[in-house]
């Protein structure tokens, strides 16, 4: 009896190494990086959440708990790059398309303002593979690689943005060299399909470096010969308004009233340059022919943007009402992206100009509509939220945030409507409108109207009946 105990017990130990082994291999597969580059990161106890590589090294931006810096969709990911490529040398980039609505990568100056933005569409797939934002194009193909290569230099002049380039592709991203050499591209992803991690379940794109000699580097060697520690070189209002610059804002503001820049009913205003930004506190005149969309921190070239200031002074709540475009419908994994009126867009509520967080974000598809197409939004304080603001009652609730701008006043946010790659044939995006002061007149019934209420008062003004589930009557 004591040999066969002993016998057992040899049995069952060895039984349990080899499980330990098993599970270690299988442990070790599951962390096994999947990018080139990654390997590096993996020792590293990183505090923030989501997949980087040393390439792209400084991400994910988005909403909390993620990197919430220079106004991130609530329902995307931004991962930026900062190298230089060598003397002679060339750099491509090796991907595979997201499962997602959107991706692009844009070059950027030491300003943060965008230089050039190659869309998803714009990419052509390697031989063999599918583009999966093209149109009627299968949005589940297997094989989706594609090649993009970095190039040092501005972009054609005159190239247009910020509406759909039917029929273009592009291969190269210019990315001009600033400071000492330095270099900046940032890569998105909107909205990815459910279930799909932070890169839309196809990784990160991996950089390759052929250098003047013809050899070819990856991984690390090639975040090295890219100089990828090197310190940001960029201007510190890159990112967000100086606190000393935003104070002022306030205060002249505040000598053309104590709400101003908030108006009630709510004025809104187009991003154009940084000058233009300022001119909402200021009232300044800026240059209304330059190129839109540059004002912002790290804008995104192929989204066009209004945007009000938000004063809990003038009302507690704002309700805000509009016709919604269509869009394609992606998050459950459609086969194909029908064709629309925008890409995407949503609603942001923002803390102010020099501190850049997002509070939170309603993109297209969790947006309720009526039966005409229009939409209810209600901005509020988390105790101001009235009770029939919720998506059940056909209502989509955004927050305030407690300390108002996160710079000295509570009760200021930013509220900001984006509007996506507008098609040719929709005249009524954000990408359509003429002039400042003509955004109701071009917008239409697409113009987000809005108005400040009380909670009790939206309460009354909208009831809401939910019927009940059948088991709640017994």
Same mark, same amino acid.
């Given at each position: *009896?004591?040999?066969?105990?002993?016998?057992?017990?040899?049995?069952?130990?060895?039984?349990?190494?080899?499980?330990?082994?098993?599970?270690?291999?299988?442990?070790?597969?599951?962390?096994?990086?999947?990018?080139?580059?990654?390997?590096?990161?993996?020792?590293?106890?990183?505090?923030?959440?989501?997949?980087?590589?040393?390439?792209?090294?400084?991400?994910?931006?988005?909403?909390?708990?993620?990197?919430? %810096?220079?106004?991130?969709?609530?329902?995307?990911?931004?991962?930026?790059?900062?190298?230089?490529?060598?003397?002679?040398?060339?750099?491509?980039?090796?991907?595979?398309?997201?499962?997602?609505?959107?991706?692009?990568? %844009?070059?950027?100056?030491?300003?943060?303002?965008?230089?050039?933005?190659?869309?998803?569409?714009?990419?052509?797939?390697?031989?063999?593979?599918?583009?999966?934002?093209?149109?009627?194009?299968?949005?589940?193909?297997?094989?989706?690689?594609?090649?993009?290569?970095?190039?040092?230099?501005?972009?054609?002049?005159?190239?247009?943005? /910020? *509406?759909?380039?039917?029929?273009?592709?592009?291969?190269?991203?210019?990315?001009?060299?600033?400071?000492?050499?330095?270099?900046?591209?940032?890569?998105?992803?909107?909205?990815?399909?459910?279930?799909?991690? $932070?890169? /839309?379940?196809?990784?990160?794109?991996?950089?390759?470096?052929?250098?003047?000699?013809?050899?070819?580097?990856?991984?690390?060697?090639?975040?090295?010969?890219?100089?990828?520690?090197?310190?940001?070189?960029?201007?510190?209002?890159?990112?967000?308004?100086?606190?000393?610059?935003?104070?002022?804002?306030?205060?002249?503001?505040?000598?053309?009233?104590?709400?101003?820049?908030?108006?009630?009913?709510?004025?809104?205003?187009?991003?154009?340059? @940084?000058?233009?930004?300022?001119?909402?506190?200021?009232?300044?005149?800026?240059? %209304?022919?330059?190129?839109?969309?540059?004002?912002?921190?790290?804008?995104?070239?192929?989204?066009?943007? #209004?945007?009000?200031?938000?004063? +809990?002074?003038?009302?507690?709540?704002?309700?805000? @009402?509009?016709?919604?475009?269509?869009?394609?419908?992606?998050?459950?994994?459609?086969?194909?992206?029908?064709?629309?009126?925008?890409?995407?867009?949503?609603?942001?509520?923002?803390? /102010?100009?020099?501190?850049?967080?997002?509070?939170?974000?309603?993109?297209?598809?969790?947006?309720?509509?009526?039966?005409?197409?229009?939409?209810?939004?209600?901005?509020?304080?988390?105790?101001? +939220?009235? +009770?029939?603001?919720?998506?059940?009652? /056909?209502?989509?609730?955004?927050?305030?945030?407690?300390?108002?701008?996160?710079?000295?006043?509570?009760?200021?946010?930013?509220?900001?409507? +984006?509007?996506?790659?507008?098609?040719?044939?929709?005249?009524?995006?954000?990408?359509?409108?003429?002039?400042?002061?003509? $955004?109701?007149?071009? *917008?239409? $019934?697409?113009?987000?109207?809005?108005?400040?209420?009380?909670?009790?008062?939206?309460?009354?003004?909208?009831?809401?009946? #939910?019927?009940?589930?059948?088991?709640?009557?017994?």
């Amino acid at each position: *009896m004591e040999l066969r105990i002993k016998r057992w017990g040899r049995r069952a130990l060895t039984l349990l190494i080899a499980l330990a082994i098993a599970a270690t291999a299988a442990w070790y597969g599951f962390l096994k990086p999947k990018t080139p580059g990654q390997s590096w990161l993996m020792a590293v106890d990183d505090p923030i959440p989501g997949p980087r590589t040393c390439f792209w090294l400084r991400g994910p931006a988005g909403a909390d708990p993620y990197i919430n %810096i220079a106004y991130p969709d609530a329902a995307t990911f931004y991962w930026a790059a900062v190298f230089t490529i060598p003397e002679g040398a060339k750099l491509r980039l090796e991907g595979n398309f997201p499962h997602s609505r959107y991706m692009s990568l %844009i070059s950027y100056d030491e300003k943060g303002q965008p230089v050039e933005s190659v869309a998803d569409y714009l990419i052509k797939p390697d031989e063999g593979a599918t583009n999966p934002f093209l149109p009627d194009a299968d949005r589940s193909a297997a094989k989706r690689s594609y090649r993009l290569e970095i190039v040092d230099g501005l972009q054609p002049e005159g190239q247009p943005t /910020g *509406m759909n380039l039917v029929g273009q592709t592009r291969d190269t991203l210019h990315a001009p060299k600033y400071g000492t050499g330095q270099q900046a591209i940032l890569y998105r992803i909107y909205a990815n399909d459910r279930g799909r991690d $932070e890169t /839309g379940g196809a990784g990160m794109p991996v950089p390759v470096v052929t250098t003047k000699e013809g050899k070819e580097l990856r991984g690390l060697e090639a975040c090295e010969a890219l100089n990828f520690r090197q310190p940001l070189q960029i201007d510190i209002a890159a990112m967000a308004v100086p606190m000393d610059k935003y104070q002022q804002l306030l205060k002249a503001a505040a000598a053309i009233s104590p709400f101003h820049p908030a108006t009630n009913p709510p004025t809104w205003h187009q991003q154009y340059d @940084r000058d233009a930004l300022y001119a909402i506190y200021t009232g300044a005149p800026f240059n %209304i022919d330059g190129r839109k969309s540059t004002g912002g921190f790290y804008p995104n070239l192929d989204n066009q943007y #209004i945007r009000t200031i938000v004063n +809990r002074k003038l009302g507690k709540i704002l309700v805000v @009402r509009g016709k919604a475009p269509t869009t394609p419908k992606t998050l459950d994994g459609q086969a194909k992206a029908e064709p629309a009126d925008l890409r995407y867009w949503s609603f942001c509520s923002n803390q /102010g100009f020099a501190n850049t967080r997002v509070n939170g974000c309603v993109h297209d598809e969790n947006v309720p509509v009526n039966k005409d197409g229009v939409y209810t939004i209600v901005l509020s304080r988390k105790e101001d +939220r009235p +009770r029939n603001a919720r998506t059940e009652c /056909g209502v989509a609730w955004l927050p305030m945030a407690d300390d108002g701008d996160g710079s000295g006043d509570a009760d200021v946010t930013v509220f900001q409507l +984006r509007h996506m790659l507008g098609a040719g044939e929709f005249k009524h995006a954000v990408q359509g409108v003429s002039a400042p002061g003509a $955004e109701e007149q071009d *917008m239409g $019934e697409y113009f987000p109207k809005a108005r400040y209420m009380s909670p009790s008062a939206f309460e009354t003004a909208l009831p809401c009946l #939910i019927r009940k589930p059948i088991w709640q009557f017994w």
